[in-house]
């Protein structure tokens, strides 16, 4: 279905592990996301979502298609875990977007469930990023066939998270900040938002040998500051 609303560009397929376990983890800039991720990787997939998320109706048979795994938006329960070790341990594949909502346009500081389930699973995690789907449903409606840009970086992970609480508090931060810095590397500069400025994104992108085209059709808007 994703190619029928979009012009899909995919850029480091390559890069995805031959098989799982591994969580992808994605920037999260439309509700529509999840059709575009399923597109790309073309694996089943288990997505972790808010289970408060309003769902479009239009697109209300999604969480009966691909793996649906709730969780709190404030924190990770222990049956969000559970679920999600499970996935991991039968060697399937974890969707993760670590800012944990839509952000819209922009990236957001990541929440630290990610890089947890990625250490407590032994996976290790594949950076991706999607931009143009905000615009392919408004495009379809008007006939227009929008443009989708999805690339994929490669695998790094798992870090071991040890240490005392405040240790692991640290690396997880860390690392979480890392992850998002490779994100980062997948998009345009216009739309890396909070992490626009890190050093470190020019090094990633020559590891994963991609460059991030230009998307035409977005605006910037301010950047709105990160919600607790």
Not at 37 to 66: C, G, H, K, M, T
Not at 104 to 128: D, H, R
Not at 148 to 161: D, E, H, L, Q, T
Not at 174 to 182: F, P, T, Y
Request: proline content about 8%; aromatic content about 10%.
């Amino acid at each position: 279905m994703g190619s029928t609303l979009a012009k899909i560009k995919i850029k480091g397929r390559s890069n995805l592990p031959q098989r799982g376990p591994y969580v992808v983890a994605c920037n999260h800039f439309s509700d529509y996301d999840p059709l575009f991720f399923s597109y790309a990787i073309r694996q089943p997939i288990n997505f972790i979502a808010a289970s408060d998320q309003e769902v479009d109706l239009v697109f209300a048979w999604a969480p009966y298609i691909y793996g649906w795994i709730p969780v709190d938006r404030k924190k990770l329960s222990p049956s969000t875990i559970k679920r999600s070790l499970s996935v991991l341990k039968k060697g399937e594949i974890l969707g993760i977007f670590p800012d944990g909502g839509v952000s819209y346009n922009l990236l957001s500081k990541p929440k630290k469930g990610t890089v947890f389930l990625s250490n407590l699973g032994k996976a290790p995690i594949v950076p991706m990023a999607i931009y143009g789907a905000e615009r392919a449903w408004e495009g379809a409606l008007k006939g227009v066939r929008s443009r989708v840009c999805i690339n994929i970086g490669k695998p790094f992970g798992p870090y071991s998270i040890s240490g005392d609480k405040k240790e692991k508090e640290d690396k997880l931060i860390k690392a979480g900040h890392e992850m998002m810095c490779r994100i980062a590397s997948l998009l345009p500069e216009n739309r890396r938002g909070h992490f626009k400025d890190e050093k470190a994104i020019h090094s990633f992108q020559e590891i994963n040998n991609i460059i991030p085209d230009h998307h035409f059709y977005f605006k910037a808007t301010p950047e709105q500051p990160n919600q607790p």
